[in-house]
């Protein structure tokens, strides 16, 4: 893994100033910092005017485990051309299925979890997102967590997060499908990902040689990221140097 700002890994940004490329990232904790209070996620205004110049010299993609409504809310008005919700899934097809499986399953894990304290049970219609940051036990509640959704009628597949277990329909597309999907749409020779988390590594796990840069918000040892940012600071150093290098290969 190496941070992808050194000065020795100059060419590679410069090589995607010279690429027809689509640009995607996840949002909490990589364009935006991670907020105790999940409602209050938003852009610093740097960061905004940064993705806004940003998407006027590349298609970009943000892919997130929100909803696609919450999500494209927090945007700040930046014109993303796509807007990814559910960890890959939405929009797409098999909607209603997949909101029949959260329907059918969420009062069962509702009513496992009731004797938990500091449990809290996002709906995003076609997932769950089961957050125990609250919790004064936090190991015995990620237990209790994984054990409701094992015992689930309906198989559902488990995606970790910080202080949270996302809960998805099985089968779904993640965000790995989804970014293939939109590379393909916008016929773009490859595509370069950043996200931070756990539920990231569907996209850096893709082996896509030549085709596919990712990059990861803060090292890590077992991450499938080819490069790192140090941490989320440092998005708007990477998003000015995207569109230096995009405006020198105009130039040139």
Request: aromatic share 4%; net charge positive; proline share 5%.
């Amino acid at each position: 893994m190496r941070h992808l700002l050194a000065a020795e890994q100059r060419d590679v940004l410069a090589r995607l100033g010279r690429s027809k490329v689509l640009i995607a990232f996840d949002f909490d904790g990589t364009l935006a910092s991670i907020v105790a209070e999940r409602s209050r996620a938003a852009l610093r205004p740097n960061t905004a005017r940064l993705l806004t110049r940003l998407c006027a010299h590349y298609p970009c993609a943000v892919i997130s485990g929100r909803s696609r409504a919450d999500v494209a809310v927090r945007l700040a008005g930046a014109p993303v051309k796509y807007a990814v919700g559910n960890h890959g899934l939405e929009p797409g097809s098999d909607l209603g299925l997949f909101q029949e499986m959260v329907a059918r399953n969420r009062p069962i894990i509702e009513v496992a979890l009731a004797g938990h304290a500091g449990l809290d049970i996002e709906d995003k219609r076609y997932s769950l997102a089961v957050h125990y940051r609250r919790s004064p036990a936090k190991r015995a509640a990620r237990a209790a967590i994984l054990r409701s959704v094992a015992a689930l009628p309906i198989a559902m597949r488990i995606v970790p997060g910080k202080l949270v277990l996302n809960v998805v329909p099985q089968g779904a597309p993640n965000k790995g499908d989804a970014l293939l999907e939109l590379r393909e749409r916008e016929g773009a020779e490859m595509a370069f990902y950043v996200g931070d988390d756990v539920t990231d590594e569907d996209v850096f796990r893709l082996e896509e040689p030549g085709r596919l840069l990712t990059v990861r918000v803060g090292p890590s040892a077992s991450s499938a990221a080819r490069y790192f940012l140090r941490d989320q600071g440092e998005i708007d150093a990477l998003l000015t140097r995207l569109v230096e290098v995009r405006r020198g290969a105009v130039a040139s």
